[in-house]
């Protein structure tokens, strides 16, 4: 399952977990734009903060595929920002972050859990977060709160789903030129990031859809609660 995955790095992702071999449920608020395209993925229609959209979309799902588990969950929706000063943002600004980047999550992990339980893979949950929790990006409070939020979940979620033998991690990408990070940054904004890393080479959704891939394969089933940073050494932790 993967939420978000009609956006720059939600495509990326859904086309290699299915080169990984996994049959994949694509889901996202938005219409599908290629991903249907790909070999052992379909798609469904999801307001991941709607509990209602998302238990009947697990239904839907399950259904289709005749009951079977969910190995890997992939929450990945989420809120992108603009930049606004401390004093601008309101209330209101602030829940709307939280209700996609936070609640979306949870409610995906509860609606899933029924059969990531039942995994003979053992189950996964990969929440994407983001860097910005670490730099404290200026302008950008609701955004930041709520990916900070997430990595918190991720936490606790490790500890109570670790005795089902369910891993929990947040992955967290660079800067990457997607359509939804190009609506707020520049060109200039792109290259003073990368300049900062230690690989002076754009981090691609490729890149970053190789460490979701891992963290979903045999090889991470001992890792968990932990937050991974995909941008190639800009951010030393």
């Known amino acids: 399952m993967v939420t978000g995955a009609v956006g720059g790095l939600g495509r990326a992702i859904v086309r290699g977990l299915a080169a990984d071999g996994f049959t994949v449920a694509a889901l996202d608020i938005a219409e599908p734009d290629g991903t249907s395209e790909v070999p052992g993925v379909r798609n469904w229609r999801c307001d991941v903060s709607d509990q209602d959209a998302t238990r009947r979309t697990m239904d839907e799902v399950a259904r289709t595929y005749g009951g079977g588990n969910i190995d890997v969950l992939v929450n ?10 401390l004093t601008e943002t309101t209330p ?13 999550p949870l409610l995906m992990v509860q609606a899933c859990l029924p059969w990531l339980t039942r995994s003979a893979y053992r189950g996964r949950v990969i929440n994407i977060a983001s860097r910005t929790f670490f730099t404290g990006s200026p302008g950008q409070i609701a955004y930041v709160a709520s990916k900070g939020a997430l990595i918190g979940m991720t936490r606790v979620m490790a500890r109570e789903l670790g005795e089902h033998g369910i891993t929990v991690n947040a992955a967290a990408p660079a ?8 609506e707020h940054s520049g060109d200039d904004v792109f290259a003073a990031s990368m300049r900062r890393q230690a690989i002076k080479e754009f981090v691609t959704p490729e890149h970053f859809a190789g460490l979701v891939s891992y963290l979903a394969s045999p090889g991470a089933a001992m890792v968990t609660g932990q937050t991974f940073v995909c941008d190639g050494g800009g951010l030393l932790h």
């Open 76 to 85: 990945n929706a989420g809120l992108l920002s603009g930049r606004a000063g």
């Open 92 to 104: 209101q600004e602030l829940h709307r972050f939280f209700d996609v980047n936070a609640v979306g």
């Open 175 to 182: 800067q990457v030129a997607t359509p939804g990070t190009r």
